[in-house]
């Protein structure tokens, strides 16, 4: 059996760790020269408007699905026409456009931040007058990682955020005054049947994710849950979803979804009994989906920029070393750790002083 | 950086799946058109005389390592002339010869079976007068999964198993009435850092391994660990070493080492803070070695002649699934599975279930 991703990059890399003691084979269909996934699997090469590319790759694939949200949605219908693609082009849609993404939430009675289309400037100032300010001004579509958005003060930074973003058409959301950044994720197989992990609970700087814990029995775990169970439900999802939310009180509030395996959820490699990655190949095969029992205590942190030393690093007690073997390049996620501690105060003191040597090292670098 | 391996079998295909977060890259040098390491790295394809393809390869490589210790010793002495090769030779030559094994164990003061160097039919007569009847008969080179060997009853078999096996010497071994089979799995770096697993209790059917239980706090690990560091330290070892024993009474009598990552030793993929696949690449490039901490209930079943369909086995809650994508064949292993359980009696029961239920698929197919 032969799995298409669409996209060669980490997460394609660590699907195919996965699955490869399944018995599953890989090809990743990615435009870049140096896509990391080629190291376990075939890499073809090609742009994602070269149809012929795409009919040969889906040829050589039994099932077909994505790494990354922003993947040409031309391209994956395109495929679909010859290919079962899991998650679904509804589910792929759905997050492509900001605007719609929070709609969808709405009109599913997910919770989120007030928001508003912003198509000029005239419209910045009115939802900064609307909404109140600092708000936040994205584009509708393609960004990732902090990129394509702007918190804005006052009258006048929208206007100029307006036209320095002016890519695409965008959208107003209020400025969350959040507790903490939580996500919840979770795999759907095609019989209904739901798997959930232990809420992860995240920091990012810069708009980049640094860090996130397993939060086992955590008190907002049933709410997040059930908002997630209204997607699958609506989506007839197959794979693993990621809802990203902000906590507000006792509230989440959704922030986005990701209709594939989520940087969040790297802890389960080795803090869950069976990993988002296995996971997600089970759900869109229709296999049994895998237990989510975890460890107690088990964070990630991401790498940004550069790896620290491999050598050095494996001295570190119970940490799990994950290079996605990419180029060293500013704002880059290049790599990250699981970190496995016997209660959480040692777990927290640990993440803090890994990341501070990280953040260290990345200076130097 | 970039490995070698010699041979592309499964050990080297969980070695690459152990290497790869590590930012390592595989080269696997292995005669066979299917070697199934091929999923996780290059596949260099030439026979074990072709000294030209020996030194392309090891050209393309940083360090070198190989999977199986019958490989040829002609040829790791060509490649070690320019690059490193851990395990080192004389740890390979060691093993190569059953009787050369048996008299390395004894100059260590390593108790083994008695034995006696067979050369012909009244070699054969004499051994079974010396060391009584049953003995085992074995070719001193070249066996593996209870190939090229016999149990001889008498004078008359003995002779007739001698003609049979005279591919080349034998060695006759005193047939041990074990009361279980162990296997006791370590790794060492260059500075002489040293980490063990816990012991492995082994079974095996003709001659094949068939499971192996993790025996955390064993009372015969401190001996076992005992005789492993004298192996290391005469060889002056880096890697992964394998040491098979007979117990008897309270005693270990070495049967065979292996100079690599061992069948019995799969179950701490998921059984231990770090798989003997990772250590065994630290160790050889001389990094920090990994926690060798377990969890408690751990044991690996493998998976002989044909695989159980995957998505019926993954429906086994906490199965481990491993397939090596070999083709099937009977005797052939072709993956394992490993069984993680919250106890001990609850790890036998899953295990003799899963056992009885694999054995009777692989009567069918």
Redesign the interface.
């Known amino acids: 059996m032969t799995i298409g991703v669409l996209g060669g990059g980490q997460l394609g890399?660590m699907l195919g760790?996965a699955g490869?003691?399944?018995?599953l084979?890989f090809v990743f269909y990615d435009p870049t020269a140096d896509a990391c996934a080629s190291?376990?699997?075939k890499h073809v090469r090609a742009d994602w408007d070269d149809v012929d590319a795409l009919e040969r790759f889906a040829a050589e694939v039994d099932t077909v699905t994505y790494e990354f949200e922003n993947v040409s949605l031309s391209a994956v219908e395109h495929v679909a026409k010859v290919r079962p693609v899991f998650p679904n082009t509804a589910a792929l849609r759905g997050t492509q456009d900001r605007f719609d993404e929070k709609s969808l939430f709405r009109s599913l009675g997910i919770p989120t931040a007030d928001y508003r289309a912003v198509d000029n400037r005239s419209d910045a100032r009115r939802a900064g007058a609307e909404l109140g300010y600092p708000f936040v001004l994205k584009r509708r579509t393609g960004g990732y990682d902090g990129k394509g958005q702007r918190i804005v003060a006052d009258d006048s930074e929208a206007e100029s955020a307006c036209d320095e973003l002016a890519g695409g058409s965008l959208v107003a959301e209020s400025f969350v005054r959040f507790s903490r950044e939580v996500s919840v994720i979770g795999a759907r197989r095609a019989s209904g049947e739901t798997v959930f992990y232990e809420l992860s609970e995240n920091t990012h700087a810069d708009g980049i994710l640094r860090t996130s814990f397993s939060r086992p029995r955590d008190p907002m775990a049933g709410q997040g849950r059930e908002l997630l169970t209204r997607l699958f439900d609506l989506l007839d999802y197959r794979g693993v979803l990621a809802l990203e939310c902000f906590q507000r009180g006792d509230k989440l509030l959704a922030n986005e979804y990701a209709p594939r395996v989520h940087n969040s959820g790297h802890w389960t490699i080795e803090g869950a009994?069976t990993s988002q990655f296995e996971n997600h190949l089970?759900a869109i095969?229709?296999?049994?989906l895998?237990?989510t029992a975890g460890i107690d205590c088990a964070a990630m942190i991401n790498f940004i920029g550069s790896?620290p030393p491999?050598?050095d690093f494996?001295?570190v007690?119970?940490a799990?070393?994950?290079?996605y073997?990419k180029a060293p390049r500013e704002g880059r996620k290049v790599?990250h750790a699981t970190i496995?501690a016997s209660n959480r105060a040692e777990l927290e003191r640990r993440v803090a002083g890994l990341r501070a040597g990280v953040a260290q090292q990345a200076d130097r670098s």
Chains 1, 2 share one sequence.
């Open positions: 890399r760790l490869i003691p399944l018995g084979r190291a376990v699997g009994a089970r095969l229709d296999w049994p895998g237990s790896l491999v050598d494996l001295a007690e119970n799990h070393y994950h290079s073997e790599g496995i």
